[in-house]
């Protein structure tokens, strides 16, 4: 079985600071790596993953996350969050050649203030 | 590409009625699809996973006969909470895989249920 941890479940920010959103996982398996946004009243959208390759991936809106497999980690972070980047962030995996279902943390949410 | 819809967005109903949620695979033929819940503030929990033409898998502790799930065609599932009561009150959101053994969920924008 697998688990998700997101060890922060809330996290206040300024505009223009840097942010990092934590993520840890356990799994007997390999696993794909994931990160969903959910704005206010909205489904998820993807914003980024980690399947295979180099271990940092990258976002079109300059989030990033880094694979860390001896720490079981994958952590998201963003040089200078925007006020429009307040949202709830779900980190989350899904085992590979097997079962098709995902696996969430809890979720984070992410405050960008003024 | 891999828009996935749901209608409605927003249900207020009365107790003991039934209510139809509808998600669909706008781009793409989706052969799984996957139904959650979530509570404020807490994170998705997995209902049951719908396979086109055959029946729904569903996980341990949710009732197959109140959570009735159809996936007819490679393009739409429904959910059916049939003789809904408050407790019932969620938000739901469906996803999409675009073809089976693939790595992501496409999700749906979510349908608020409110019994009253």
């Known amino acids: 079985a697998q688990s998700v941890t997101q060890l922060d479940s809330q996290v206040p920010v300024f505009e223009e600071a840097p942010v990092e959103l934590r993520c840890n996982y356990s799994?007997?398996?390999?696993?794909?790596l994931f990160w969903y946004v959910q704005y206010p009243n909205q489904g998820l959208q993807l914003l980024l993953k980690y399947l295979s390759g180099s271990t940092l991936v990258e976002s079109i809106n300059g989030f990033e996350a880094e694979f860390n497999k001896s720490q079981t980690s994958f952590h998201l972070r963003k040089p200078s969050v925007h006020i429009s980047d307040t949202a709830e962030y779900f980190c989350?995996?899904?085992?590979?050649?097997?079962?098709?279902?995902?696996?969430f943390g809890k979720g984070t949410k992410l405050t960008v203030n003024p | 590409g891999a828009v996935v819809s749901q209608h409605p967005s927003w249900v207020i109903c009365k107790s003991g009625t039934s209510v139809k949620i509808e998600c669909r695979s706008l781009d793409f033929q989706a052969t799984t699809m996957f139904w959650y819940r979530q509570f404020p503030k807490q994170s998705l929990m997995l209902m049951a996973t719908?396979?086109?033409?055959?029946?729904?898998?569903?996980e341990q502790g949710v009732e197959k006969d109140k959570f009735l799930i159809n996936h007819a065609s490679l393009t739409l599932s429904t959910l059916t909470v049939t003789s809904a009561h408050p407790e019932d009150s969620s938000f739901y959101i469906c996803?999409?895989?675009?073809?089976?053994?693939?790595?992501?969920?496409?999700f749906g924008p979510g349908t608020r249920l409110t019994v009253l």
């Open positions: 989350a995996v899904l085992p590979q050649g097997g079962s098709e279902k995902l696996v």
């Open positions: 719908s396979n086109e033409g055959s029946k729904a898998t569903y």
């Open positions: 799994s007997s398996v390999s696993v794909y």
């Open positions: 996803s999409a895989m675009l073809r089976s053994g693939t790595d992501t969920q496409y």
